[in-house]
C-alpha cells in the first residue's frame, strides 16, 4: 500500500485537475489485498496473493452547452505522477466531443457514512495457511461422501479486501472498507463410465458466517451424484422450477434490462413501462444499497450519492429503474444511487443489494407440489435478448413426476420470454440463499419450453 493516506492522495489529484482547468472533477482510489488458492485432492494447485492500488481520475470540461470527459488511471501514486495524469486527463477532456447529459450529480451527496458492517475487525487477516486448509477440508470432505466421487476441479477458497476513497469537486470526500471471503467445492462423480460434475459454495464478508468447509464439500459431492444417470427427454411444455443457484439468473437479466442505459438506449423491453404489471402480483424486487453486511452494500454509490433502499418492483409493478446521475438526466428523473465504477472506469449503472422477495416454504414444497416438470440446478450459455425479451438458455437438473424427484436430465434447452416468464412466477419459497448480490428464493415459472429430443 501506499506510504501517503490514500485520502491525501485522491484530494491532491482533485485538486491538480482544478488547477489544470476542470469545470468539475471526481477521484477514485482502490487499495486492495488479495487471495486465492486451489486445493485438488491432496495437492495445493495454486496459491495467488496480490496487492494492488489504482488512482482514477475523470476530468470535466465545458463546451458548447455541455461538458467534455476524460477519464484515465495509474498506479503510479508519487505526487509528481498524480499531478500529471491530471493535467493529461484535462486535455484530453477538452479534446472531447460536449455530452449535454455529462457531469456530476447536483448535490444529494451522502452526509452520514453508517457502518454497515462491510469490513469485520476479526476478519484483518485471514491467513494464508488457514484458508488453504479450508479448501483442503472442503476437498476431504466431498471424496469422503461417496466412493463414487473419484476426482474433481478442485476446493478454491478466495479472500479479499479493500479500502475505498471517493472524492469530487463539489466537496464530497469519503471512503470504505470491505472484505469478503468465499469458498467453492466441485466434485466429480462417475459411475459405469458416465462422469457428472457439479458444485457448491459459500459467500460472507466473515469467515464466521461461511458454511463449514465440510458442509460445502458434503453439499457439492451430493449435488454431483444425483446428476449420475442423467437422460435426455422429448421436447414438452411444463412447469420449470429454478433453484437457489440458478433463479438469482433470471433477477440479474431483470436488472440488465432495468438499467437506465439500457432504457434511454430503447434496447430493454421494459422501456416506457414505470407503473404497469410486469411480473406476477406475487413477485416483489428490492435493491438495498444499506443492508448490513450485504454483498453489495456501501455508504455510498460511485458518485459520492447516498445508497439507499429501492422498490424495484412491487406486487409485480414495475416501481423504478435503476438510474446513476448520467442516465438520469437522459430519462429527465433522479439517480437512484446506483451508480457504479472501478477506479479506472466511467460511472455506469448496476445493483448494490438485489433480491426477490421471499415467499413461503421450501424447494422441496414447490417440487411436491408440482405434478410433473423440471428443475433447474445448472444452465449453460447466454442467450437472452433483452430488447424482445427473448430466453433460451442450455439446462441441466431434475425430472418431476407426481411430485417427486424421477430421474436427472441433460443435453436440454429451456425457451420461453423473459415478459411471459414473470408473469407466469406461481410460486416462490421462502429460503434466500445470499452467494452474490443478487438473490433470489427457489421459485416456479408456470409454463415453459423444454426442448430435448
Not at 60 to 69: E, K, Q
Not at 313 to 335: H, I, N, P, T, W
Not at 336 to 352: I, Q
Not at 364 to 390: C, K, Q, S, W, Y
Request: aromatic share 4%.
Amino acid at each position: 500500500m501506499s506510504a501517503l493516506d490514500p485520502q491525501e492522495i485522491a484530494l491532491r489529484a482533485l485538486a491538480a485537475a482544478r488547477t489544470a482547468g476542470a469545470d468539475q472533477a471526481d477521484v477514485a482510489l482502490v487499495e486492495s489485498d488479495s487471495l486465492e488458492a486451489r486445493v485438488r485432492g491432496e495437492t495445493v494447485d495454486f496459491v495467488k496473493q496480490a496487492r494492488e492500488r489504482t488512482l482514477g481520475i475523470r476530468a470535466l470540461v465545458r463546451a458548447g452547452g455541455g461538458m467534455g470527459s476524460a477519464i484515465t488511471s495509474t498506479s503510479d501514486l508519487a505526487p509528481a505522477a498524480v499531478d500529471q495524469l491530471a493535467a493529461e486527463t484535462v486535455a484530453l477532456a477538452r479534446a472531447t466531443a460536449p455530452d449535454p447529459s455529462a457531469g456530476l450529480p447536483e448535490g444529494g451527496f451522502a452526509r452520514d457514512l453508517p457502518d454497515l458492517g462491510l469490513a469485520p475487525s476479526e476478519d484483518g487477516d485471514a491467513g494464508v495457511d488457514a484458508r488453504i486448509d479450508a479448501a483442503r477440508r472442503a476437498e476431504s470432505a466431498a471424496r469422503a461422501c461417496d466412493p463414487r466421487i473419484q476426482n474433481s476441479e478442485g476446493s478454491q477458497v478466495g479472500s479479499d479486501r479493500s479500502h475505498v476513497v471517493y472524492a469530487n469537486s463539489e466537496g464530497f470526500v469519503g471512503r470504505y472498507d470491505t472484505t469478503s471471503h468465499s469458498l467453492f467445492s466441485e466434485p466429480i462423480a462417475r459411475e459405469n463410465g458416465a462422469m457428472q460434475r457439479d458444485y457448491w459454495m459459500t459467500v460472507g464478508r466473515r469467515l464466521a458466517a461461511l458454511e463449514s468447509p465440510e458442509a460445502v464439500g458434503r453439499h457439492a459431492a451430493q449435488r454431483a451424484l444425483r446428476r449420475l444417470g442423467a437422460r435426455r427427454i422429448s421436447t414438452c411444455e411444463v412447469p420449470v422450477l429454478f433453484d437457489a443457484l440458478t433463479a438469482p439468473s433470471l433477477i440479474r437479466q431483470l436488472a440488465g434490462c432495468l438499467s437506465g442505459y439500457a432504457i434511454y438506449r430503447g434496447a430493454s423491453f421494459l422501456a416506457g413501462r414505470l407503473g404497469e404489471a410486469i411480473a406476477a402480483e406475487s413477485v416483489n424486487v428490492i435493491d438495498d444499497g444499506r443492508l448490513p453486511g450485504g454483498l453489495g452494500s456501501r455508504p455510498f454509490d460511485g458518485e459520492g450519492l447516498a445508497t439507499r433502499r429501492n422498490v424495484v418492483v412491487e406486487r409485480g409493478r414495475l416501481a423504478s429503474y435503476l438510474l446513476d446521475s448520467y442516465s438520469a438526466r437522459k430519462l429527465g428523473s433522479q439517480s437512484t444511487g446506483n451508480a457504479t465504477r472501478s477506479a479506472g472506469s466511467a460511472p455506469g449503472v448496476g445493483p448494490t443489494n438485489l433480491w426477490l422477495e421471499p415467499g413461503e416454504g421450501s424447494l422441496d414444497d414447490l417440487i411436491a407440489r408440482t405434478p410433473r416438470g423440471l428443475l433447474v440446478t445448472e444452465l449453460i450459455g447466454m442467450g437472452f435478448n433483452p430488447v424482445t425479451g427473448d430466453y433460451s438458455r442450455g439446462a441441466a437438473g431434475l425430472w418431476i413426476e407426481d411430485g417427486e424427484i424421477a430421474h436427472p436430465v441433460e443435453e436440454i434447452t429451456i425457451a420461453g420470454n423473459l415478459a411471459q416468464m414473470l408473469r407466469d412466477i406461481d410460486a416462490v419459497a421462502g429460503e434466500l440463499l445470499w452467494l452474490s448480490r443478487v438473490a433470489a428464493p427457489p421459485l416456479r415459472v408456470a409454463r415453459m419450453t423444454v426442448a430435448g429430443a
